[in-house]
């Protein structure tokens, strides 16, 4: 336990970790939070993703739309086709 900081750049370890994580999830994303449109990227594997893994194929139809609004995201017309 003598190597334990808590010299955290932004603050805490979550907002540290949550950092970490969404620049490799996603720079475009992290570079601009607030683009206009997010479209989906491969996320690994077999896996496409949108935002920072709100996963496309391990997750329902009802459950993707559920959460959009909670990201700000809004799905056009065109795409639910």
């Given amino acids: 336990?003598?190597?334990?900081?808590?010299n955290y750049t932004l603050g805490s370890y979550q907002a540290d970790r949550d950092d970490f994580l969404e620049r490799r999830?996603?720079?475009p994303l992290?570079?601009?939070p607030t683009a206009p449109s997010v479209p989906p990227h491969f996320d690994g594997g077999s896996s496409i993703a949108?935002?920072?893994g709100l996963d496309?194929?391990?997750n329902s139809?009802?459950?993707i739309n559920n959460?959009?609004?909670n990201l700000?995201?809004?799905c056009s017309p065109s795409a639910m086709r």
């Fill in 61 to 63: 139809i009802a459950s």
């Fill in 25 to 27: 999830e996603n720079l």
């Fill in 56 to 58: 496309l194929l391990n």
């Fill in 50 to 52: 949108i935002g920072f």
């Fill in 30 to 32: 992290y570079n601009d």
């Fill in 67 to 69: 959460s959009l609004p």
């Fill in 72 to 74: 700000n995201l809004i």
């Fill in 1 to 6: 336990m003598l190597t334990l900081h808590t």
